[in-house]
């Protein structure tokens, strides 16, 4: 009971700390798009975009693999101590490949060959590199605390210089990258300085090789993440400039849309926490859970109440979207989200569904584990990769940032239905497929009915609110029944 106990502490502390970062760090976009022009907020979406690919490559899966061996205490100083310095080596290496094809690079990310934001960036990767190796060991040895500290310390960090340097010295978009390596770097330290005697052991190189075989198959996996999650902007990015004109007007260019996207987007984080703190409780959850002769059927009653809640954050934030983008930041005279990016906001519903589907995922991954059949997972990974380049490639030239936004639905959407496929056929939950899809359908339902309520000639908030509470009633019914039925089963 005590260890279940510590357990529990430490997920909620990790849990909290990860979320609390995020929606911190969500302060930002009321700043950034209230400041920074669309075609600017596009660079910068593009350049994290390529920071998040780039940091697959770098850390090589080695935080995986410092979990998985450095549990044995015995030869944990020797396998950081290898692995920091591997990864000291191998990121100097990447960055110096990186700035020598930077002709190839920089256009790609919106910048010009040379510029100082490429330095900036590639700092980023290196320093956040190097501290996850030592983040690895504060999970490890249990020190949750240090941890949501340095994790909550670089969120403040970065918002403060950002604040700082937009605002107070008016500084252009290299504030964003500046205030970002300053935060990098100073939590490599932290983490460094608070690990410092693990580098007490000995370079191994057979623990190299071990570790490598272990973690390098975590990459493609990683990069199917990436790619399904960012690699959108690239391809609007790549739009052409006369397609642009076609479904958008001749006052927008690619890095306009771009950063209206990136925007627009970000209103999904409210589904996307959801789906955070689920997976930080769940995964210990249905660990501890599995042996129970109940364990299926508490599987099943799980993913009915997660799709309740779902479907309360989809129509809460696809109903009340306008309003919620339009709500003044307290002592700023900045919008919530700039109205310059307003005109992407039909990608809002779509996007909330897409992170529904990886709610799903979340669910029905645990026959995956309760079964070691996790070679499924970086092949689902990697479908779900493909469907998401093909799907851009065809539809945005016809739908533009729609297409992405179906694109990234569809990739989530087949990956939710394929590792159900697998982990029910390994682990056996009566998971209520059907009437999770009827919550979806209706949640979805009721929100495009809004334009058909309004034109009974009620207001925009009138109708919005008719609708949630209808929506959330017959939810509820449904939901209710289900859990009935999944009782007497």
Excluded at 101 to 112: D, F, R, T, V, W
Aim: glycine content about 6%; overall charge neutral; proline content about 4%.
């Amino acid at each position: 009971m005590t260890k279940l106990k510590e357990l529990f502490s430490d997920t909620l502390v990790y849990g909290i700390s990860s979320v609390l970062a995020r929606f911190i760090g969500y302060l930002l976009v009321p700043l950034h798009t209230g400041v920074f022009d669309q075609d600017q907020y596009g660079v910068i979406s593009l350049i994290f975009a390529a920071i998040a690919l780039f940091n697959v490559l770098f850390t090589m899966g080695m935080e995986s693999a410092y979990i998985r061996y450095g549990k044995d205490r015995d030869e944990a100083k020797s396998i950081f101590k290898t692995l920091q310095l591997f990864l000291l080596g191998t990121s100097g290496i990447f960055v110096l490949v990186i700035w020598m094809a930077q002709p190839l690079i920089s256009p790609m990310i919106g910048l010009e060959p040379g510029d100082p934001i490429l330095w900036m960036m590639l700092g980023i990767l290196f320093f956040d590199t190097i501290a996850v190796v030592p983040f690895a060991e504060l999970r490890l040895v249990r020190k949750s605390l240090s941890f949501a500290i340095i994790k909550t310390g670089n969120v403040l960090v970065n918002i403060g210089l950002n604040f700082y340097l937009i605002l107070g010295l008016n500084y252009g978009i290299e504030a964003v990258f500046i205030s970002n390596l300053a935060a990098s770097l100073l939590t490599a330290l932290a983490t460094w300085l608070i690990t410092l005697p693990m580098f007490a052991g000995t370079w191994n190189k057979e623990l190299l090789k071990k570790t490598l075989f272990f973690g390098l198959p975590f990459v493609p996996a990683g990069f199917g993440h990436v790619i399904n999650e960012l690699m959108d902007r690239f391809f609007l990015k790549s739009m052409d400039p006369e397609t642009v004109e076609v479904l958008y007007g001749p006052d927008y260019s690619p890095d306009d849309i771009v950063g209206i996207y990136s925007a627009c987007y970000k209103l999904a984080v409210f589904m996307l926490l959801l789906v955070q703190m689920f997976r930080m409780a769940w995964q210990p959850f249905f660990m501890r859970q599995s042996e129970e002769e109940s364990a299926p059927r508490t599987f099943s009653q799980t993913f009915s109440l997660f799709n309740f809640a779902a479907a309360v954050i989809f129509l809460s934030v696809a109903l009340f979207a306008e309003q919620i983008v339009s709500i003044k930041v307290p002592f700023l005279d900045f919008y919530l989200v700039d109205e310059k990016f307003w005109g992407g906001l039909v990608i809002v519903p779509v996007l909330l569904l897409a992170y529904w589907f990886q709610g799903w995922y979340i669910n029905f991954s645990a026959g995956i584990f309760i079964s070691e059949t996790t070679k499924r997972l970086p092949q689902i990974t990697l479908i779900g990769a493909g469907i998401t380049i093909i799907a851009n490639l065809i539809m945005i030239p016809f739908f533009g940032m729609m297409g992405s936004a179906l694109a990234t639905l569809m990739s989530y959407s087949v990956m939710a239905l394929l590792i159900y496929y697998y982990s029910t056929t390994a682990f056996s939950v009566p998971y209520k497929l059907v009437s999770g899809f009827g919550v979806m359908l209706l949640a979805a339902g009721f929100y495009y009915l809004k334009p058909t309520v309004i034109n009974f000639g009620l207001s925009d908030l009138a109708a919005s609110v008719l609708l949630l509470i209808a929506g959330l009633l017959s939810i509820s019914l449904i939901t209710y029944k289900t859990l009935v039925l999944s009782r007497e089963s």
